[in-house]
């Protein structure tokens, strides 16, 4: 047990599961306030600017605290994967309970509103794709489950925070090379 405890007691899993965490917190709070709002909340992807943001925090932080002003272009990216990867989870697993135990008339209606906008676009996707392949993106639309949104929302953030965490990652990178330092 004390292994398990020494593995995870490392700074940059610290910061980054912590980070993670509230990031997802607040990812789903951005949930709930769309939800009050009577906004459709499943299926936005706006809540990406609070993903950036933290991420940008916990390698500000990292850096300022454990790497005492300096940290690694991996360590960065290290940050950033994981804080996307446990607050997606955290909000993708938050989002579920929420549309399984408090509004399951939310999931249904989501899933209707989907395929109105396929009928809407009928034509033109059958021309793009035939009509069997039509008939295949319908049908599996209709027996989603709401369980698919958990590994929607890892899928879209992971995808979606390649290029924001290779930014992020680049302009908070600050390496002590040595060779140039004045140190004598």
């Known amino acids: 047990m004390q292994s398990i405890i020494d593995y995870f007691n490392k700074p940059l899993l610290k910061t980054s599961l912590t ?35 933290m991420i940008a925090g916990a390698c500000w932080y990292y ?26 989870m955290v909000n993708g697993w938050l989002i579920y309970l929420f549309i399984t135990y408090v509004d399951t008339n939310l999931f249904t209606q989501y899933t209707s509103e989907m395929l109105q906008l396929l009928d809407a676009g009928k034509e033109e996707l059958i021309k793009n794709i035939k009509e069997p392949e039509y008939m295949k993106m319908y ?6 489950q709401p369980s698919v949104v958990v590994k929607d929302e890892i899928s879209k953030k992971m995808v979606m925070g390649i290029i924001p965490i290779l930014i992020i990652s680049l302009i ?6 040595g060779i140039y330092s004045n140190k004598s």
């Open 172 to 177: 908070f990178r600050k390496q002590d090379y």
């Open 139 to 144: 049908q599996e639309i209709q027996n989603m």
């Open 63 to 88: 850096r300022k605290t454990v790497g005492k002003g300096l940290l690694h272009l991996w360590e960065a990216l290290t940050i950033g994967y994981v804080v996307t990867c446990v607050a997606a």
């Open 19 to 53: 980070f993670g965490l509230i990031t997802g917190i607040l990812a789903f709070a951005f949930f709930l306030g769309l939800y009050a709002l009577d906004v459709m909340p499943l299926g936005k992807i706006l809540d990406f600017g609070i993903y950036i943001i």
